[in-house]
């Protein structure tokens, strides 16, 4: 007897689409004139799958990446050690030493604990800057010529916080960051995440961090022509019900029949990261045929309208508008979320 594993097909996946991910690093890059793009590959590649994304962004020429832990950064090490930088952005703690010190990535230092905890490693780090954004980084203030005397500094960064948006905070942290540089040497400076890369080019530097952009994430309208969708979830119908005049369907009875007509049952759900949100406002699709979501999202079903597709049955799949401006308008949750948030259930599927 055998003792492989038998496969069992998934009943919902999520597309993931090599050519627009490459397609956005690229226009990214493009868009960041004389400053070289990165990628920010935290949060297991915003949830797509961390060792495919770092591969194919290397194969097209990214050198920089930007993780949250160090727990992330040993996920990726035998794929970027000695090829490309991984940057730690929480810092290094004093658990986290006996890794760091040997490890071939690089802490990026938020305080001044943490910059005399490094001091005597004589290993390559970066500094954070706090600009405005009070969430990490080292004040201005607090910084003098001497802080990293003798250390190997090769960023020194900040972070925009509202860069989405035409608010006078991105001029003041502009400001703040350069008065930074100032007082601070680094081999490299850097600014400007995705919105910020759509600033303008006194907002670039020498390294740009686009994170959501490249799997999709559209934060201001310089955006709208240049990236492209990345993850396109699908399900499989798995029942298809006649619904009668009068019938209440789901949770709540939040949708109520007004005449006959079928409906479709995915199996998909919240426990996915298709969130409540989508109840009553979400839409699949098949081919160009839209299938609004039905009465409200369960933990492991939705239900999709068939009027305009009566001749799906079960076994076919469809497709979810997951466009994330258009999913976050139908949801009420932010592009960082949606993208984030989708399931360990959904097979990642690359093409």
């Known amino acids: 007897m055998s003792d492989a594993k038998l496969i069992i097909p998934p009943t919902a996946t999520v597309r993931l689409d090599s050519d627009a991910l490459v397609s956005n690093w690229r226009a990214l890059d493009q868009m960041s004139g004389q400053a070289k793009a990165g990628a920010a590959v935290k949060s297991n590649a915003y949830g797509l799958g961390v060792r495919e994304v770092v591969q194919r962004l290397m194969a097209v020429g990214c050198k920089d990446f930007f993780v949250a832990n160090w727990q992330e950064a040993q996920e990726i090490e035998d794929l970027t050690a000695g090829k490309a930088g991984v940057s730690v952005l929480n810092g290094v703690r004093k658990a986290d030493l006996p890794f760091a010190i040997q490890s071939p990535a690089k802490p990026v230092l938020n305080s001044l604990e943490q910059v005399q905890r490094w001091k005597s490693s004589g290993r390559p780090c970066d500094i954070m800057i706090n600009s405005g954004m009070n969430r990490l980084g080292i004040n201005l203030d607090d910084l003098d010529s001497s802080l990293v005397r003798g250390m190997s500094v090769d960023m020194v960064m ?46 670039h530097f020498d390294v740009t961090r686009p994170g959501l952009s490249l799997y999709g994430g559209i934060q201001r309208p310089a955006l709208v022509d240049v990236i492209r969708q990345v993850a396109i979830p699908q399900a499989e119908i798995i029942q298809v019900r006649a619904l009668r005049a009068g019938d209440r369907l789901g949770y709540n009875a939040q949708y109520i029949a007004a005449e006959p007509h079928n409906v479709g049952i995915l199996a998909m759900g919240y426990a996915d990261g298709y969130l409540r949100g ?74």
């Open 278 to 351: 989508f109840s009553n406002s979400g839409m699949f699709m098949h081919e160009d045929i839209v299938l609004p979501v039905l009465g409200r999202v369960s933990m492991d079903l939705i239900a999709i309208d068939l009027s305009a597709a009566p001749y799906l049955a079960e076994g076919d799949w469809v497709a979810c508008e997951y466009d994330l401006e258009i999913a976050s308008a139908q949801s009420g949750l932010s592009q960082y979320e949606l993208i984030t948030g989708l399931g360990n259930r959904l097979a990642r599927e690359w093409t």
């Open 158 to 203: 900040s972070h925009l916080a509202s860069a989405d948006e035409d608010v006078p905070q991105n001029a003041a942290q502009l400001e703040q960051f350069k008065a930074a540089l100032a007082i601070v040497l680094g081999k490299r400076t850097s600014l400007a995440n995705s919105a910020g890369i759509a600033l303008g080019s006194e907002y």
